[in-house]
């Protein structure tokens, strides 16, 4: 076991108290496929498209690039933490957050990344980026022995 796992708060949905700063903010630990989902890309979807919206009643959409003023404040904004937790998503996968690169590569990159995040199982049990998010899969004296 390395030290970074063996110091590392728990974090588990439903038995310990869920933080948005460490979500949003942190690239330490692990998410599941449910947090990813429900707690960031469909929010994320959701509040593009209002403020886009938003942005057309106000006139200050443009047509040409395809944003407004108030959609590209918020994507600038969400830039830090969308990548922190795409890093916490391949952490659960057991990968290093450097897959967030794999976006890049055009077309495939993104298909990759989606099905790898959003559809795809992160491991059972702990991994070496902390312990699982589901407290029944949580053997807390594996990871800190």
């Given at each position: 076991?390395?030290?970074?796992?063996?110091?590392?708060?728990?974090?588990?949905?439903?038995?310990?108290?869920?933080?948005?700063?460490?979500?949003?903010?942190?690239?330490?630990?692990?998410?599941?496929?449910?947090?990813?989902w429900l707690r960031f890309f469909l929010p994320y979807l959701a509040i593009t498209f209002v403020l886009l919206f938003i942005d057309m009643g106000?006139?200050?959409?443009?047509?040409?690039?395809?944003?407004?003023?108030?959609?590209?404040?918020?994507?600038?904004?969400?830039?830090?933490?969308?990548?922190?937790?795409?890093?916490?998503?391949?952490?659960?996968?057991?990968?290093?957050?450097?897959?967030?690169?794999?976006?890049?590569?055009?077309?495939?990159?993104?298909?990759?990344?989606?099905?790898?995040?959003?559809?795809?199982?992160?491991?059972?049990?702990?991994?070496?980026?902390?312990?699982?998010?589901?407290?029944?899969?949580?053997?807390?004296?594996?990871?800190?022995?």
């Amino acid at each position: 076991m390395t030290d970074s796992v063996m110091t590392q708060t728990p974090v588990a949905s439903g038995s310990q108290e869920f933080s948005w700063k460490w979500f949003l903010l942190s690239t330490q630990g692990r998410i599941s496929r449910s947090d990813y989902w429900l707690r960031f890309f469909l929010p994320y979807l959701a509040i593009t498209f209002v403020l886009l919206f938003i942005d057309m009643g106000l006139g200050s959409y443009d047509e040409r690039s395809g944003y407004g003023l108030l959609s590209t404040i918020f994507l600038i904004a969400a830039i830090y933490p969308s990548i922190a937790i795409t890093i916490k998503r391949w952490h659960d996968r057991d990968k290093s957050g450097w897959w967030v690169l794999i976006n890049f590569v055009p077309l495939i990159g993104a298909i990759w990344a989606l099905v790898e995040n959003g559809f795809l199982k992160g491991t059972d049990g702990p991994n070496r980026f902390g312990p699982s998010r589901f407290a029944s899969e949580q053997n807390l004296g594996e990871v800190f022995e």
